[in-house]
């Protein structure tokens, strides 16, 4: 049942003859392995389930059998095939994890443009950005026709005037007119821009520092916020459910071997839940290049600000999730799975709770992810997500968010929970001043 053959609450039976009859004794897989036998309600060990029958044949992983045709022993055979390929695949992996040298880069060529739109995923008659690799449907941008002249892409633009060129002051040097990328937001802004901000705050020392820089004291707060929850283990729930979140995020060369374990770990229960997705254009398995944090020169395939989050039970990944947040605004959840024997358990609920908890004490707004139709009524009646709608998706142009084929782009507003959330936190604070004053 650990290996995900058998789940619990599935049905089983044995064939006994008796008297020159056949006689059936059915039962079912308990969470704790236990076959719970119909007629008497008791829990029985395999062995022990068949001497109940009555059977004599001592045999019982052979004569036990699943309601699919598989008998107990089928499982078993299958487990140990499955157990090789497994034992294969995590060496693959965990060379990947372990000795990534190119996990800030990629193979995609800078001055290439992209096949496919970067927000619909889908190929055609696509508009190309003229400063990144980045391509588009015009209809995807609402745009009519090809705009003529050099065109440049939403997330190419400055986030503060919203233009790539730089011409408001008749002496602009070429520092001004560069730009720099917030850590956090991942959005571009002109130097010349910042500057005028900061004069504007009424800053007089103007300092600018390319490798670790943010747009706004809120994407530094986020930055902060989640740096300091790496690999911190909360407890969530009942503490007799010994249940933990933790968000974790791989660095090369910086990740201890324990949590090199855990990233893994996560992987593979992502593996179990989702076939492979290659790109179409570096052939890489974009589940891996988003567990890896991977970078690349195409903002549809960089993937540098994703965190993995997990839910563990006694320290057993059960449910997973990838997220990545652009500052105040908005956090996408591409990627969720939930260990086969643990789903329909709350498990997904406990760890989505947690996150939006989290993100709400940081601020942000809304949350975002790309639903399969099968499980859009899930997230939309269970979770309380709604389907993006053409506005919302162009308030949102800006950024590119990791999605596929066949999928409805969702979205849930948190700002209620901000609101909730700061009034807790002003009559906390109220209270606090209170009590001084007594």
Same mark, same amino acid.
């Given at each position: 049942?650990?290996?995900?053959?058998?789940?619990?609450?599935?049905?089983?039976?044995? /064939?006994?003859?008796?008297?020159?009859?056949?006689?059936?004794?059915?039962?079912?897989?308990?969470?704790?392995?236990?076959?719970?036998?119909?007629?008497?309600?008791?829990?029985?060990?395999?062995?022990?389930?068949?001497?109940?029958?009555?059977?004599?044949?001592?045999?019982?992983?052979?004569?036990?059998?699943?309601?699919?045709?598989?008998?107990?022993?089928?499982?078993?055979?299958?487990?140990?095939?499955?157990?090789?390929?497994?034992?294969?695949?995590?060496?693959?992996?965990?060379?990947?994890?372990?000795?990534?040298?190119?996990? !800030?880069?990629?193979?995609?060529?800078?001055?290439?443009?992209?096949?496919?739109?970067?927000?619909?995923?889908?190929?055609?008659?696509?508009?190309?950005?003229?400063?990144?690799?980045?391509?588009?449907?015009?209809?995807?941008?609402?745009?009519?026709?090809?705009?003529?002249?050099?065109?440049?892409?939403?997330?190419?633009?400055?986030?503060?005037?919203?233009?790539?060129?730089? !011409?408001?002051?008749?002496?602009?040097?070429?520092?001004?007119?560069?730009?720099?990328?917030?850590?956090?937001?991942?959005?571009?802004?002109?130097?010349?821009? *910042?500057?005028?901000?900061? *004069?504007?705050?009424?800053?007089?020392?103007?300092?600018?520092?390319?490798?670790?820089?943010?747009?706004?004291?809120?994407?530094? !707060?986020?930055?902060?916020?989640?740096?300091?929850?790496?690999?911190?283990?909360?407890?969530?729930?009942?503490?007799?459910? /010994?249940?933990?979140?933790?968000?974790?995020?791989?660095?090369?060369?910086?990740?201890?071997?324990?949590?090199?374990?855990?990233?893994?770990?996560?992987?593979?229960?992502?593996?179990?839940?989702?076939?492979?997705?290659?790109?179409?254009?570096?052939?890489? !398995?974009?589940?891996?290049?988003?567990?890896?944090?991977?970078?690349?020169?195409?903002?549809?395939?960089?993937?540098?600000?994703?965190?993995?989050?997990?839910?563990?039970?006694? /320290?057993? *990944?059960?449910?997973?999730?990838?997220?990545?947040?652009?500052?105040?605004?908005?956090?996408?959840?591409?990627?969720?799975?939930?260990?086969?024997?643990?789903?329909?358990?709350?498990?997904?609920?406990?760890?989505?709770?947690?996150?939006?908890?989290?993100?709400?004490?940081?601020?942000?707004?809304?949350?975002?992810?790309?639903?399969?139709?099968?499980?859009?009524?899930?997230?939309?009646?269970?979770?309380?997500?709604?389907?993006?709608?053409?506005?919302?998706?162009?308030?949102?142009?800006?950024?590119?968010?990791?999605?596929?084929?066949?999928?409805?782009?969702?979205?849930?507003?948190?700002?209620?929970?901000?609101?909730?959330?700061?009034?807790?936190?002003?009559?906390?604070?109220?209270?606090?001043?209170?009590?001084?004053?007594?």
């Amino acid at each position: 049942m650990d290996h995900e053959l058998i789940s619990p609450g599935d049905r089983v039976h044995c /064939n006994v003859t008796r008297d020159g009859r056949l006689v059936t004794w059915r039962g079912s897989i308990t969470n704790e392995g236990f076959i719970k036998c119909d007629c008497c309600s008791n829990l029985f060990p395999i062995s022990k389930f068949e001497a109940h029958t009555g059977s004599t044949k001592h045999r019982p992983a052979a004569n036990i059998f699943l309601e699919d045709g598989r008998s107990l022993l089928d499982c078993q055979k299958q487990l140990v095939q499955n157990t090789d390929q497994t034992q294969k695949e995590t060496k693959a992996t965990e060379k990947k994890v372990n000795h990534n040298d190119n996990a !800030d880069s990629d193979t995609h060529c800078p001055d290439k443009n992209d096949c496919i739109c970067s927000l619909c995923h889908f190929g055609g008659e696509l508009i190309l950005c003229d400063l990144c690799p980045a391509a588009f449907h015009g209809s995807c941008l609402g745009i009519k026709g090809i705009p003529s002249g050099n065109w440049y892409c939403p997330s190419c633009c400055c986030k503060i005037c919203g233009q790539v060129s730089y !011409d408001f002051d008749d002496q602009v040097s070429s520092f001004d007119t560069s730009f720099v990328k917030c850590v956090q937001c991942e959005q571009n802004v002109h130097i010349g821009c *910042v500057k005028s901000i900061q *004069v504007l705050e009424g800053s007089n020392q103007i300092t600018i520092d390319r490798e670790n820089w943010f747009c706004t004291r809120r994407c530094e !707060d986020i930055h902060m916020g989640l740096q300091n929850l790496l690999w911190k283990q909360i407890p969530v729930g009942d503490a007799r459910e /010994n249940l933990t979140w933790t968000l974790m995020k791989y660095c090369p060369y910086k990740v201890s071997e324990h949590n090199r374990k855990k990233l893994n770990e996560a992987l593979g229960v992502m593996h179990k839940s989702f076939r492979p997705v290659k790109d179409p254009i570096t052939k890489n !398995d974009l589940i891996e290049d988003v567990f890896l944090s991977k970078r690349s020169e195409s903002k549809r395939l960089n993937f540098e600000g994703f965190y993995t989050v997990v839910l563990e039970r006694k /320290n057993t *990944v059960v449910s997973v999730a990838t997220v990545r947040v652009y500052g105040d605004e908005v956090a996408e959840i591409p990627l969720v799975a939930t260990r086969l024997k643990y789903r329909r358990h709350g498990m997904c609920r406990r760890l989505m709770d947690e996150l939006e908890h989290q993100l709400v004490e940081m601020g942000v707004k809304r949350l975002t992810l790309p639903a399969v139709p099968e499980a859009l009524k899930t997230w939309t009646k269970g979770f309380g997500f709604t389907q993006m709608t053409d506005s919302d998706r162009l308030e949102l142009i800006k950024y590119i968010f990791l999605g596929f084929q066949h999928t409805v782009r969702c979205q849930k507003d948190l700002l209620e929970k901000i609101s909730v959330s700061n009034h807790k936190k002003w009559w906390a604070n109220k209270k606090l001043k209170h009590t001084w004053c007594v």
